[in-house]
């Protein structure tokens, strides 16, 4: 069982940034998908950002061009840098590896 712990959410103000982190309990080379998803009140969760099984990236559209994911797989971390942050990014972002998932880090963007 892998155990992932999300961190580096936050309260911040509309444009500004945030770095999430995921860590693994244990090596993420052998996982073949790995990023983010994010779930509003009242909301289905929603993928955010992946690596998928070709090593690509995939983004929402809603984020494309703001977020990029990064991985260190000699430190088992997986990160979402979040620029130019908006009200509607508030969520809760979780970090998936493979059929893992973190218990989530809650992100509030004040306007």
């Known amino acids: 069982q892998v155990q992932l712990v999300e961190s580096g959410g936050g309260l911040v103000q509309a444009g500004g940034s945030l770095r999430l982190v995921c860590a693994a309990s244990?090596?993420?080379?052998?996982?073949?998908?790995m990023g983010w998803y994010r779930q509003a009140p009242g909301e289905q969760r929603g993928l955010v950002a992946s690596f998928t099984t070709d090593g690509s990236t995939n983004y929402a559209d809603s984020v494309k061009g703001r977020f990029t994911i990064s991985r260190d797989n000699a430190k088992n971390l997986v990160y979402l840098q979040m620029n130019s942050l908006k009200p509607e990014d508030t969520a809760v972002y979780y970090c998936f590896l493979g059929v893992f998932w973190g218990q989530g880090t809650q992100v509030t963007v004040s306007s």
């Open positions: 244990e090596s993420i080379d052998d996982f073949r998908t």
